[in-house]
T-cell receptor
Framework: GAGVSQSPSNKVTEKGKDVELRCDPI?????LYWYRQSLGQGLEFLIY????????KSGLPSDRFSAERTGGSVSTLTIQRTQQEDSAVYLCASSENRGGGGELFFGEGSRLTVL | AQSVAQPEDQVNVAEGNPLTVKCTYS??????LFWYVQYPNRGLQFLLK??????LVKGSYGFEAEFNKSQTSFHLKKPSALVSDSALYFCAVRDWNRDDKIIFGKGTRLHILP
């Protein structure tokens, strides 16, 4: 497909377990973002990758959260020792960037439920 | 750092009436501004953007938005609302001087009443 692909679409885990969420952006898109959407909380920025530059990690809520982007393409968001407050929909988006004005294309999200 | 404010959590409009969804922003440089829509149980979709040029930009589904630099606003508008416009709307900003990340507002839920 030509869109942004995220997996898994749903993940239920127990408190304290680690989870990995994957994002496959649109081919050729240099910018990749992770956001978190909780009920009533809007879209919370987590991390931003742009080409070969160092990622902007300023939105990661704690050191339990980390993300990497391999080969400028696929990205993985890892949450260690999950807590109930981590339950949310995690959205990935990519962009051509085009001097900064390129719009974001979003995946369908990964819904994480921590029991 | 940039920020976006959507002052209304919810807006109710009768079908056929004009609608406005408000957005104000703060950036240290010049903004790129965006509107996105999220329909129930669906992903976020791009509606329109302001990069440069005309302050009035037109987008998908008959929506438009006006960039007002003096008021630092980018309100979303539509002349005649449809029930199918009911959704969650997000405003977003990027500071292009700093090649910075895109930040979203908290969203405004739009209810179009038949």
């Amino acid at each position: 497909g030509a869109g942004v692909s995220q997996s898994p679409s749903n993940k239920v885990t127990e408190k304290g377990k680690d989870v990995e969420l994957r994002c496959d952006p649109i081919s050729g898109h240099t910018a990749l973002y992770w956001y978190r959407q909780s009920l009533g909380q809007g879209l919370e920025f987590l991390i931003y990758f742009q080409g070969n530059s160092a990622p902007d990690k300023s939105g990661l809520p704690s050191d339990r959260f980390s993300a990497e982007r391999t080969g400028g393409s696929v990205s993985t968001l890892t949450i260690q020792r999950t807590q109930q407050e981590d339950s949310a929909v995690y959205l990935c988006a990519s962009s051509e960037n085009r001097g900064g004005g390129g719009e974001l294309f979003f995946g369908e999200g990964s819904r994480l439920t921590v029991l | 750092a940039q920020s976006v404010a959507q002052p209304e959590d919810q807006v109710n409009v009768a079908e056929g009436n004009p609608l406005t969804v408000k957005c104000t922003y703060s950036v240290s440089g010049n903004p790129y501004l965006f509107w996105y829509v999220q329909y129930p149980n669906r992903g976020l979709q791009f509606l329109l953007k302001y990069i440069t040029g005309d302050n009035l930009v037109k987008g998908s589904y008959g929506f438009e938005a006006e960039f007002n630099k003096s008021q630092t606003s980018f309100h979303l508008k539509k002349p005649s609302a449809l029930v199918s416009d009911s959704a969650l709307y997000f405003c977003a900003v990027r500071d292009w001087n700093r090649d910075d990340k895109i930040i979203f507002g908290k969203g405004t839920r739009l209810h179009i009443l038949p």
